[in-house]
């Protein structure tokens, strides 16, 4: 079993729908969580960086973390076909850990 | 604003053959990683260093060795191509550990 599971979709939507994108892992040691957007073609791009529980805000995108369920969310409001890429999440350990581990990334498309 | 500088973009090797991946970045982060991205795998991280004059192996560093002899340059190098080691290759920094990691564009790597 993987530490971190991501559906790989691809999840097609219309634009301006409301999209949620999902994350469950299995170390409970997990503290902070972040999402990142990937391009084709390009690097991973920080979107959000999240400690422990909780939600966050930032314009359309939301993230959401429930460590009692192990289990983290990012949301993106409005969406646009500029937001079509891949959306990997990623979780790290504790305050003196380097050892960021990755989902293997869902492809989103949004249509226009 | 650079960030995190990679060349070449893409390269083409010979089994048997070597080569150096480089890596630059302008904002004086103390750790520096290289991973890399196989398609549906998620990435996976190969070496890092926590500053100058330190490394240290990562999941995958089977292949590849590094140095880090400037804050600023963490360069990764392939002694002897396989084609096991056709990937795409990202480096990344942070500033300190569970610290959000900033990524370059990556080197598409094909060995033939």
């Known amino acids: 079993q993987k530490e971190v599971e991501q559906d790989p979709g691809p999840l097609s939507v219309p634009e301006g729908a409301i999209v949620s994108l999902n994350c469950t892992y299995s170390?409970?040691?997990?503290?902070?969580f972040m999402w990142y957007r990937q391009y084709s073609r390009k690097g991973p791009e920080l979107l959000m960086y999240t400690y422990s529980s909780g939600n966050k805000e930032d314009g359309r995108f939301t993230a959401q973390v429930d460590k009692s369920s192990k289990y983290i969310s990012l949301f993106i409001r409005d969406s646009q076909p500029s937001d079509s890429a891949t959306y990997l999440c990623a979780m790290i350990e504790g305050d003196s850990s380097y050892k960021l581990i990755f989902g293997s990334g869902t492809r989103l498309l949004v249509r226009p | 604003n650079a960030g995190v500088t990679q060349t070449p973009k893409f390269r083409i090797l010979k089994i048997g053959q070597s080569m150096t991946l480089q890596c630059t970045q302008d904002m004086n982060h103390n750790y520096m990683y290289w991973y890399r991205q196989d398609p549906g795998m998620g990435l996976k991280l190969i070496y890092y260093s926590v500053g100058a004059g330190i490394t240290d192996k990562g999941e995958v560093p089977n292949g590849y060795n590094v140095s880090r002899s400037t804050t600023e340059d963490f360069p990764l190098r392939l002694e002897l191509a396989a084609p096991s080691q056709t990937s795409v290759y990202f480096c990344?920094?942070?500033?300190?550990?569970?610290?959000?990691?900033?990524f370059g564009d990556g080197t598409r790597l094909s060995i033939l």
């Open positions: 170390n409970s040691a997990f503290q902070y």
């Open positions: 990344a920094s942070s500033r300190r550990e569970n610290q959000p990691q900033h």
